[in-house]
């Protein structure tokens, strides 16, 4: 009751503002949290004939096919090792690519960079993965120039040693440009006030960034870290199953969760096991968002998610 009453008090006082937020929270609650009631599929043998609410409960059967397989350690392996790789580098590198584009003076040249550094987040990982043959085939650029020099061809699509490397780079040259946007955004917004200060007590620019701009990131990084450990135990589908154009001799180096299951829902057409693997993705990031705030509440509570 008071909560109520407090709501009506504050929706006469803000209703511009909760208009303004009526869009945004109808999407959310159709395309975020409507379609969590699928999650029932995951504890149900589904069948086409009795519906969703007819089918029969099959507790946690679902879920075992996903562990019971010889490679289950091998794929978790993959894509806990994946992932904490490219948070740590999505952390680093475009913090370093954000304090690079605001040292460029000239508006002109720093938008030509930008966007050139931002263009490949927009190319579909059926291109990329189409770029990748041209340059890694057989008869693609890279082993033409190694001919060239009376070398051997090396055959990239054949051996699984060559594409975490490949996998790494790709993935980073797609989503560096647009992951700086955020923090040259929060640069920008770092009062001028503090660096003319600094530069009055003799800060050299290094100091300046050590002591000004990395602490006023602190917060973004923190989010943004919290947020990617959401997905711990997701993979970016596209850069494991398009990129490696999903070649069967290179799945020691390619084959994480997300390919995994759809290989296996092609041969056994079960919704029931890709419904039961989604939970589980879900169910794991949603804890491991919950550990790492509790643990950056612990260590500094001001910059914690919640």
């Not at 969590?36 to 075992?64: D, H, R, T």
Request: aromatic letters at 16%; charged letters at 10%; a neutral charge.
């Amino acid at each position: 009751m008071h909560f109520l009453q407090g709501f009506k008090k504050e929706f006469k006082k803000n209703w511009q503002l909760f208009l303004l937020a009526t869009p945004g929270v109808i999407l959310v609650f159709l395309f975020a949290y409507l379609p969590m009631f699928g999650i029932v599929i995951a504890f149900k043998s589904y069948n086409y004939e009795q519906g969703l609410l007819g089918s029969p409960w099959c507790g946690f059967k679902n879920f075992q096919f996903l562990f019971a397989s010889n490679t289950a350690w091998e794929i978790t392996k993959l894509t806990l090792g994946y992932n904490f790789l490219f948070i740590l580098l999505g952390l680093v590198l475009p913090v370093i690519l954000a304090l690079a584009f605001n040292e460029v003076r000239r508006p002109l040249a720093s938008k030509i960079y930008q966007t050139i550094s931002i263009m490949p987040n927009f190319l579909s990982w059926v291109i990329m993965s189409y770029i990748g043959l041209a340059l890694l085939d057989t008869n693609g650029f890279f082993n033409s120039v190694l001919q060239m020099f009376g070398k051997d061809p090396v055959y990239f699509y054949a051996d699984p040693k060559y594409w975490p490397a490949i996998l790494i780079l790709t993935s980073q040259w797609k989503s560096i440009g647009y992951s700086s946007v955020v923090y040259l955004a929060c640069i920008c917004g770092i009062s001028v006030e503090y660096y003319e200060a600094a530069i009055l007590d003799g800060a050299s620019k290094w100091q300046q960034i050590w002591y000004i701009t990395l602490p006023s990131l602190k917060p973004m990084m923190v989010i943004t870290t919290i947020m990617a450990l959401g997905h711990i135990f997701n993979s970016d589908f596209g850069l494991f199953y398009q990129m490696p154009m999903n070649q069967g001799q290179l799945y020691p180096a390619t084959e994480t969760i997300d390919v995994y299951v759809y290989n296996a829902l092609q041969s056994m057409g079960n919704i029931n096991m890709s419904a039961a693997a989604s939970v589980f993705q879900s169910a794991v990031g949603f804890v491991t968002i919950l550990l790492a705030n509790a643990a950056i509440r612990k260590i500094d509570n001001e910059n914690a998610l919640f």
